[in-house]
């Protein structure tokens, strides 16, 4: 069973109001703490509160247990991936190869003195490298990205 599907059906039990919750123990002996992790479901009977044990949850990871405690306080989980998508990828690997480079190859400091329009222009050199294109092809290749 998928953490997903776990996490609806916890969901649902504690929707529907039977009391479900996890129950944690703690213990000390001989100088360790012992930690027990069980979901109980609360009822009543003959006017007494009383528990039932539904699992015991303690070969579960603390990540999981609590997802497990937000699942039935009502907090919705979504598994990474599957409630997005991908619209566009621009490649860019490339252009951090030519960069790296271009710094290996102290390119920077052979065009200018440090400025604003050095930046531009080592771009241009790298924009160059990657798709020749003039100037112009370059600044619309740019906009129709962005």
């Known amino acids: 069973m998928t953490t997903l599907v776990a996490s609806a059906m916890l969901s649902r039990l504690a929707r529907r ?13 001989k100088d360790k ?3 027990t992790h069980l979901l109980r479901r609360s009822y009543r009977e003959d006017g007494k509160v009383k528990n039932e044990t539904l699992a015991n949850l303690c070969h579960l990871s603390s990540v999981t247990i609590e997802l497990i405690r937000e699942s039935l306080a009502g ?3 979504v598994v990474a991936g599957e409630e997005f998508e991908i619209e566009r990828s621009l490649f ?7 960069a790296a480079m271009a710094n290996k190859l102290k390119l920077a400091s052979l065009l200018s003195p440090e400025s604003k ?6 771009a241009l050199v790298i924009a160059r490298a990657t798709s020749p294109s003039s100037k112009l092809g370059f600044t619309e290749n740019l906009a129709a990205q962005l």
């Open 17 to 29: 109001g039977r009391g479900v919750h996890v129950h944690t123990t703690r213990r000390n002996y």
């Open 33 to 35: 703490v012992y930690e």
């Open 75 to 77: 907090k919705s989980h």
């Open 92 to 98: 860019h690997g490339h252009v951090g190869a030519i």
């Open 117 to 122: 329009e050095r930046d531009i222009i080592l």
